[in-house]
């Protein structure tokens, strides 16, 4: 209980700090990712003075990550009717081939530099390739998430590499996509001007003085105080989610949590049944089976779980306003941990060409979003490509803020589509089937065959785009 008491007050020193700083503010850091880093810097400074935090203040923090993971991604598809793929498709296809390139992409250009850069230069394995694209599209939780497969193949330090490979992206995505935000406005490339866009914020990022309006037509000046903050105002304060059951008989959010386990429980059966397989594969099948993780099977066991209930309860059960609260509520944690245990010592060995991936991702990106965006969407082509930069660098809430600044009352169809497309790219993507796939692959197959993989997926979307855009769809 010290341990959970300790993770406690540093995640609520985090939002305390981010309410206090001004320019944390204008970074738009989550208060999970400033505790994280607070409680690093704290166990840093620690060690270099000789005197160690107790062992007993951090129990249990590195495992965190690899069990909480597991809760966030059963709780993608729980509470929300199970839409018809011809629907999704329909709604978002521009989007979901967009953010396929861009997620490919990744993949591509971190095995491009291993292989023909990094890996000549430092001596570095081909699994190397797969730490930024598991940080930038999986995030904090999926790098924590793979600690299991980074110990079974025999990598237990590229488990560190990858968290700070997911902090170095979410600082980027922030830091670059405010820039990047400043750079679209003043070349009349948002489609819906927002008082809410404070030209300062993305100038001061840069470590530029604040840029002041030219007129009073241009894009906004101040970004209401309170948004800054992170408090919802009194009076526009949103529910939290439904109670659907009467608390005499089971409290609402230990009935969702029943929910939630169910899909665990589907997923781990769905890990012993890989486990089974993989002592009738030959070797190699045999690895990978037994090397992928078990998230994105929780995954699936939400969307089982989602799917038996939208044909056999009748007085729907299941509220995703609850489910989001308990979902956020676990990666919040999970982000706190998994940032203050990163072994600094472990990644200082390997942070030359951690950095060039990591800048080299960055560099994918805003390529994506300056140059191809604007040929993919026929409408809001820069709203549209933010949402992707922010989402394939961090979590799916950093693309909407970058959007939200852009784009604060929704009158684009970008969010929409952002949203929509969500429901295809996760299981595959965003932490999905091919992340948890492609690092066992990286080992096995080698950065060769994934970076022919990457590339041809990516010829694939490219090919679907084109398509849309000869037929004006």
Request: aromatic content about 10%; hydrophobic content about 50%; proline content about 4%.
């Amino acid at each position: 209980m010290l341990s959970f008491g300790c993770l406690c007050v540093l995640l609520g020193l985090g939002y305390w700090v981010r309410r206090k700083l001004v320019f944390l503010q204008k970074l738009f850091l989550p208060a999970s990712v400033i505790a994280g880093l607070l409680g690093l810097f704290v166990f840093q400074l620690a060690n270099g003075t000789g005197h160690p935090v107790p062992a007993t203040v951090s129990r249990g923090w590195s495992d965190l990550p690899s069990a909480l993971i597991n809760i966030v991604f059963a709780c993608l598809f729980l509470g929300t009717a199970l839409p018809k793929v011809s629907k999704v498709w329909k709604s978002c296809s521009r989007q979901l081939a967009y953010g396929q390139i861009v997620a490919w992409g990744q993949y591509a250009v971190g095995c491009f530099f291993v292989l023909l850069l990094l890996g000549p230069i430092f001596g570095l394995d081909d699994i190397f390739a797969g730490i930024m694209p598991v940080g930038f599209e999986g995030g904090h939780g999926t790098a924590g998430g793979m600690k299991e497969t980074f110990d079974r193949l025999g990598y237990p330090e590229l488990k560190d590499y990858a968290l700070a490979s997911a902090t170095g992206g979410i600082m980027g995505a922030i830091i670059v996509g405010m820039g990047l935000v400043n750079w679209a406005v003043r070349k009349g490339y948002v489609e819906k001007r927002s008082s809410a866009f404070v030209e300062a914020t993305s100038s001061s990022l840069a470590g530029q003085e604040a840029v002041r309006a030219e007129s009073d037509e241009d894009v906004a000046s101040t970004i209401d105080q309170a948004f800054a903050e992170g408090i919802i105002p009194v009076g526009k304060r949103p529910s939290a989610g439904k109670l659907t059951v009467s608390s005499d008989v089971i409290e609402s959010l230990s009935l969702h949590l029943v929910f939630v386990g169910a899909a665990i429980l589907l997923g781990w059966l769905m890990k012993q049944g890989l486990l089974l397989l993989a002592e009738r594969l030959p070797e190699t099948g045999a690895d990978i089976m037994g090397s992928f993780p078990l998230f994105p099977l929780c995954m699936l066991g939400g969307v089982a779980v989602q799917w038996m209930a939208d044909r056999f309860d009748k007085h729907e059960h299941m509220d995703h306003g609850l489910m989001l609260r308990i979902q956020n509520c676990a990666l919040d944690f999970l982000v706190v941990a998994a940032i203050a245990t990163i072994r600094l010592d472990v990644v200082a060995k390997g942070w030359i060409p951690l950095v060039v991936l990591i800048v080299a991702g960055i560099l994918w990106n805003v390529f994506c979003l300056v140059v191809l965006a604007r040929r993919a969407f026929k409408d809001a082509w820069f709203e549209r490509g933010i949402a992707e930069m922010g989402q394939s660098m961090g979590v799916t809430a950093t693309g909407l803020l970058l959007l939200r600044v852009v784009d604060p009352d929704y009158e684009t169809e970008a969010a929409e589509a952002f949203a929509a497309k969500q429901l295809l790219h996760e299981p595959f993507m965003g932490g999905g089937l091919w992340t948890g796939a492609a690092i066992p692959l990286l080992v096995l197959w080698g950065g060769w065959t994934i970076l022919g993989i990457a590339l041809a997926a990516m010829a694939i979307w490219a090919t679907v785009l084109y398509g849309m855009n000869r037929r004006g769809g």
